[in-house]
């Protein structure tokens, strides 16, 4: 048995050994990891530093010390492991000889890529992202001259001789200090317990947490300035988190120009001209030129609500089971369009597809996400004048929006950082600030004096798993029938009604302030749709909720005097989907203006290219003959309607086409590579397309 004797004084100095060279490590690399993160902080972003509180500058040290721990204790796991296998027995001379050569490795990963981080900072002005991988696909010669011209490689490599030979010295002193200082257990007992306790600390370390998630890329914000946040990680873990999304975003494939003429037959869609930007063309959209509107152009506010779903919505009962709370009176006056879908099923899918028209739900993290998109709704908006902002509940780092939004060129982000220092009292649960405080900053933001109108999106999260209320909201007692509560594989369906009130409640106080206010309230547009429909509730086990497994509802209030000066026509029953809704907004707020959509305009009779309610799983036509499962695009699948209300289908399909909305996922995606694909050189008002 691994323990079955008192431990021996051999065993005692054995320990003492491998616990000074861990721990001896382990502080060296904490050392190099912290004189990197000083150097970074006063090198580059000493003003913004010195601009925050003494209690966001505490956080940024206690949670870079918790990222350096975590790299430091997944660093030192191994060889803890084979100490503790090895320390009693005479194999343990393996160990001396492994952690001689492991120390040296472990510190100079650390070193090294520390000092790859300090240049990446000093030349793109954040740590290390996925953008270092684009080099692979670079001239390899270039890169190196590049390199050497831009970098000190010869005083680089000496600097590296010289630290080995510091290090050499300093550790030996080190490590014999510790292991002079260093307790060790003499009885069996308190070996084991020793032991348990070590491991424990050890793990605890590298989950970084005790709360419900570990601490991890999320967790990487303290505050609303950028250059700060960007320090947080280490240079190890900024490299490991660029890597990780390297490997999951997806690798774009090209695709030719006469493909995508191809798939514009297929939509019965004729190009007119030969050059690749021609293309284009039929996401050409202009707005009727308006003098109502050039001299009255409204402020904007998009607000995307964590999965705000249509089902849900539908056990909604205003006398015993009240699931909208403040909302149902503006469900009641204004434009809402039920038979509306997402157009992702996940709040990175529909959000890339609404922000550029990408279905590469990877996009914000994948070396593309710099591009110049042509649907980019902060670049209308800011041709347009607007000032551009995007609010977030949880924080801006989330799947590297930060960066990503500030490449789309929004002109402010804001986060749950910025969000917590106005409104220091703001609940908040796993994900992010409770949607009363995120309603709180965005009507604090409208009220602020400014020059241009501002078009502001934002991106609520109370109602997502695991879900809970602020603790000074009660929870509603809902009574739903057995066959009801078993599609909520959930222990307390009660809370997730309850979110799921909270959430639309808040949007409605939110709606009434606006219209309560005398300076808002007569230009200012609110639109409000969910990123996704409730998921977990087995839509696939049911076939005939095939498009109504993907509805959220699309609610727009428009001021009466741009309802009266821009005409609209509006039919409740009238089916959409999300790429529709910047065009609707933007048709009845900007005069004379040119943009890129695929969207149709939702309060107009007029045609559109694109007459789909789209989702990249299902598409229905707007003559709402049928429904198509585009899952598949090579064969796309028809259902006939059942229940127009929900849009229910036929369990069993039918025969009638879907080419046009296969076509539609097509084309989708091909444009999206075209553009993703596009280098500097390339001119698509002189490329040919054949």
Known sequence: MFFSKIVCNRAQENMRFFLSRILGGMFLCLVILLVSRLLLVFSFVKDQYFLLSLTEQFNFWVLSLRF??????????????????TFINKSFVFFKGFIKYYNTLIVYVALIFSIVNYFYFK????????????????????????VINDYPVGIG???LLLFFFIYKYSAAIIF??????????????KTVIGMIVLILVFFGLIRGS????????????????????????????????????????????????????KTYDELGIQIEGDTVSDLF????????KNEFLEQNRPDIVFNVMESMSTHMMTFDNENDRDLMGELRKHFKTDFVFKNFVSEGDGTSDSLTRMLVASPDLNLSTSVYSSKDYICNIAKLFNEAGYETIFVTASTASWRNYDNFLRQLKFSRVIERTQVLKDFPNATSGAWGIDDEYLFKETYKILKEKHDKPRF??????????????????????????????????????????????????????????????????????????????????????????LVFGHEVPFYLYMPQQYIDNTGVAFDKERLGSQKDI??????????????????????SDEKCNFPFAFNGIVAVSYDKTHACDISNVSKPVSYDFTQMEHLLVDSKPSNRSCIKEAAMKKLESQLYYLQANKSDKDDFDKLKIN
């Open 210 to 261: 005790f709360g419900t998630f570990p601490l991890r890329q999320l967790n990487a914000q303290v505050t609303d300035k950028p250059g700060i946040n960007y320090c947080l990680p280490n240079g190890p873990l900024a490299f490991y988190w660029a890597y990780k999304w390297e490997k999951i975003s997806m690798k774009v494939p090209t695709v030719k120009p006469s493909e995508i003429l």
């Open 582 to 603: 910047i065009t609707t907004i933007v048709s009845h707020a900007l005069s004379d203006k040119e943009f890129y959509s695929f969207g149709c305009d939702l309060l």
């Open 456 to 545: 502001i999106m934002t991106l609520s999260i109370t109602n997502h798993p695991p879900f809970r209320l602020p603790s000074d909201v009660e929870v509603q007692q809902v009574k739903l029938p057995e066959d009801i509560l078993a599609r909520f594989p959930y222990e307390d369906t009660e809370t997730i009604f309850a979110t799921f009130r909270y959430a639309n409640d808040q949007l409605g106080r939110f709606i009434d302030q606006i219209k309560s206010d005398d300076g808002l309230k007569n230009n200012t547009f609110i639109a409000a749709t969910g990123d996704h429909n409730m998921r977990g509730i087995g839509y696939s086990d049911h076939p005939t909720e």
């Open 157 to 159: 490599a000496v600097g």
């Open 123 to 146: 030349t793109y002005d954040k740590s290390i992202d996925t953008f270092i991988f684009a080099i692979s696909k670079e001239d390899p010669l270039a890169v190196i001259k590049t």
């Open 68 to 85: 350096d721990l975590k790299v430091v204790c997944i660093a030192y796991a191994l060889p803890l492991l084979i100490a503790f296998a």
């Open 281 to 288: 063309k039929p996401l050409v959209k202009h707005t009727d």
């Open 176 to 189: 014999n200090k510790i292991e002079n200082k260093v307790y060790v257990p003499d009885t069996r007992k």
